[in-house]
Nanobody
């Protein structure tokens, strides 16, 4: 049974940092590309970042230079390090395996002073 469990969301001030985690189980983790998405209140869900099986990464333009996606195949976990957070980064963040269209339940990130 495929499971994706996000964690690490929190309330943070502008300019702060958070690290999100996505713990995966039920499938061979190292064989799959992972993505992070986010959905802000009243907006459509948007793609944020991608990491392939060999560690190649891509980012949404608005997060380039601030966010870093990484993976630890030994721990079956994908991370999203978010620095220099802005108000507009406030959203529920989701982990996704695009090959199977599997999604986690999401973790809330709120950037507020």
């Amino acid at each position: 049974q495929v499971q994706l469990v996000e964690s690490g969301g929190d309330l943070v001030q502008p300019g702060g940092s958070l690290r999100l985690s996505c713990a995966a189980s039920g499938f061979p983790f190292d064989l799959y590309t992972f993505e992070w998405y986010r959905q802000a209140p009243g907006k459509q869900r948007e793609w944020v970042a991608r990491i392939t099986t060999v560690g190649n990464t891509n980012y949404l333009d608005s997060v380039k230079g601030r966010f870093t996606i990484s993976r630890d195949n030994a721990k079956n976990t994908v991370f999203l390090q978010m620095n220099s957070l802005k108000f507009e980064d406030t959203a529920v963040y989701y982990c996704r395996v695009p090959a199977n269209n599997d999604w986690g339940q999401g973790t809330q990130v709120t950037v507020s002073s």
